[in-house]
């Protein structure tokens, strides 16, 4: 009988142990699996390639990402490089999103400078981004929306069209959303990856990654590829991520509703510059965002009048918001990407990408909303009577 995400999310793997009818499934630590006889192997023989406890997370995973089937890797990064080596031919041509994650940038930009493939940086966002698609025809277009940290909103229907149209296959970065809140699968895209490091898991105390392949042929290739390269997660991590897992829609809820509560009291503060958050009506992705996505998402990023200065009065002192990169945990974060996640981008190019001294981006956890809009709008006075 089908199932809804937020079910499947609660149940897959439950009851599925036959030695002692658990409830919750067992974990599996044992790198290896005896054989019956000579020649007459198990269904596991060796964990790098293959962990019961994994397959149930990678299971768990395709059914909510409505895939084929999934490889759960040891980082988000595992993920990505897996679905790099699965996707593209060596001298072939990827499109990426000029503002894609630090990570993913790094490592499209190093494999391209050692001539593994043509790389070309464009905005998705923008009105062609479509027909730059087409125009490149690339062997993979490589999706990330929202953005980091502008939160800009790219057409997936558009661009999955685009890049099908010239053979192209299509990999999202679904990090910042979760199958929970957006499914690039039932848009088109061929693989989707996310850093279950984020909402996945959800509380900030494992790395890992998965990619979900919309069709069989296509999962074994990943499946191949993260084995190859030695990317699979652990048994231990595996277990954690599925027990995050379970709770992941009802935390989204919690995550979105307390994201609008927090736009709605810091919109209009005299230390706000500008506000960045696809729920918003003037937002220039906003109507894209109600199409294609569940929910507008729990990162925010806003920018205060008076630049680093104003950061460090709003930042120093808050009390609900830890200072730390990553996001997706419970716990609300607040980072400064200029100083932080981004600094590895040199100035200029950090304000061509539109990403100024003032930007500030916020995680917003599943605390008490009335706590978070106290705790910022202290802080955002402290930035406003500098
Ligand atoms: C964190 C992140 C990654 C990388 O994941 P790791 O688990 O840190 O390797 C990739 N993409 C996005 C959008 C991320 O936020």
């Given at each position: 009988?089908?199932?809804?995400?937020?079910?499947?999310?609660?149940?897959?793997?439950?009851?599925?142990?036959?030695?002692?009818?658990?409830?919750?499934?067992?974990?599996?630590?044992?790198?290896?699996?005896?054989?019956?006889?000579?020649?007459?192997?198990?269904?596991?023989?060796?964990?790098?390639s293959a962990n019961p406890t994994r397959s149930l997370l990678a299971d768990a995973l395709t059914e909510l990402d409505g895939g084929a089937g999934a490889v759960?890797?040891?980082?988000?990064?595992?993920?990505?490089?897996?679905?790099?080596?699965?996707?593209?031919?060596?001298?072939?041509?990827?499109?990426?999103?000029?503002?894609?994650?630090?990570?993913?940038?790094?490592?499209?930009?190093?494999?391209?400078?050692?001539?593994?493939?043509?790389?070309?940086?464009?905005?998705?966002?923008?009105?062609?981004?479509?027909?730059?698609?087409?125009?490149?025809?690339?062997?993979?277009?490589?999706?990330?929306?929202?953005?980091?940290?502008?939160?800009?909103?790219?057409?997936?229907?558009?661009?999955?069209?685009?890049?099908?149209?010239?053979?192209?296959?299509?990999?999202?970065?679904?990090?910042?959303?979760?199958?929970?809140?957006?499914?690039?699968?039932?848009?088109?895209?061929?693989?989707a990856v996310q850093s279950s490091t984020k909402y996945l898991n959800g509380h900030s105390d494992v790395i890992g990654g998965v990619a979900v392949a919309a069709?069989?042929?296509?999962?074994?290739?990943?499946?191949?590829?993260?084995?190859?390269?030695?990317?699979?997660?652990?048994?231990?991590?595996?277990?954690?991520?599925?027990?995050?897992?379970?709770?992941?829609?009802?935390?989204?809820?919690?995550?979105?509703?307390?994201?609008?509560?927090?736009?709605?009291?810091?919109?209009?503060?005299?230390?706000?510059?500008?506000?960045?958050?696809?729920?918003?009506?003037?937002?220039?992705?906003?109507?894209?965002?109600?199409?294609?996505?569940?929910?507008?998402?729990?990162?925010?990023?806003?920018?205060?009048?008076?630049?680093?200065?104003?950061?460090?009065?709003?930042?120093?002192?808050?009390?609900?918001?830890?200072?730390?990169?990553?996001?997706?945990?419970?716990?609300?974060?607040?980072?400064?990407?200029?100083?932080?996640?981004?600094?590895?981008?040199?100035?200029?190019?950090?304000?061509?990408?539109?990403?100024?001294?003032?930007?500030?981006?916020?995680?917003?956890?599943?605390?008490?909303?009335?706590?978070?809009?106290?705790?910022?709008?202290?802080?955002?006075?402290?930035?406003?009577?500098?």
């Amino acid at each position: 009988m089908p199932r809804s995400r937020a079910t499947a999310g609660v149940r897959s793997g439950i009851d599925s142990d036959t030695g002692q009818r658990s409830v919750v499934p067992p974990i599996y630590l044992s790198t290896n699996y005896r054989f019956a006889g000579l020649r007459q192997p198990g269904p596991f023989d060796y964990s790098r390639s293959a962990n019961p406890t994994r397959s149930l997370l990678a299971d768990a995973l395709t059914e909510l990402d409505g895939g084929a089937g999934a490889v759960v890797t040891g980082s988000g990064m595992g993920a990505i490089t897996t679905a790099l080596f699965a996707c593209v031919p060596t001298g072939g041509t990827v499109v990426a999103p000029h503002d894609a994650y630090g990570g993913t940038w790094r490592l499209l930009d190093a494999l391209a400078s050692r001539g593994q493939f043509t790389l070309e940086l464009t905005d998705l966002t923008a009105p062609d981004a479509a027909a730059r698609v087409r125009e490149v025809a690339p062997d993979l277009l490589w999706i990330e929306t929202p953005s980091n940290p502008l939160l800009g909103i790219s057409d997936l229907g558009a661009l999955v069209t685009a890049a099908h149209a010239v053979d192209a296959l299509v990999a999202v970065d679904n990090t910042f959303c979760s199958p929970a809140v957006q499914q690039p699968l039932a848009w088109g895209a061929d693989v989707a990856v996310q850093s279950s490091t984020k909402y996945l898991n959800g509380h900030s105390d494992v790395i890992g990654g998965v990619a979900v392949a919309a069709d069989a042929t296509l999962a074994e290739q990943l499946r191949w590829w993260a084995n190859c390269l030695g990317v699979t997660g652990g048994g231990f991590d595996s277990y954690l991520t599925l027990r995050g897992l379970r709770t992941l829609h009802v935390r989204m809820r919690q995550h979105l509703e307390n994201a609008a509560a927090f736009v709605a009291a810091v919109s209009g503060h005299p230390a706000v510059d500008r506000l960045y958050y696809p729920g918003l009506p003037d937002h220039p992705g906003h109507a894209l965002a109600a199409r294609q996505m569940d929910g507008f998402g729990a990162i925010v990023s806003l920018e205060v009048t008076g630049g680093e200065p104003a950061v460090a009065a709003l930042v120093n002192g808050l009390t609900c918001y830890s200072l730390a990169e990553s996001l997706g945990g419970v716990e609300s974060l607040v980072c400064h990407p200029s100083s932080m996640t981004h600094a590895a981008m040199p100035l200029d190019v950090q304000a061509a990408a539109g990403l100024r001294p003032g930007l500030v981006r916020f995680s917003i956890g599943i605390e008490d909303a009335d706590d978070l809009v106290a705790d910022v709008l202290a802080g955002l006075d402290r930035a406003a009577s500098l």
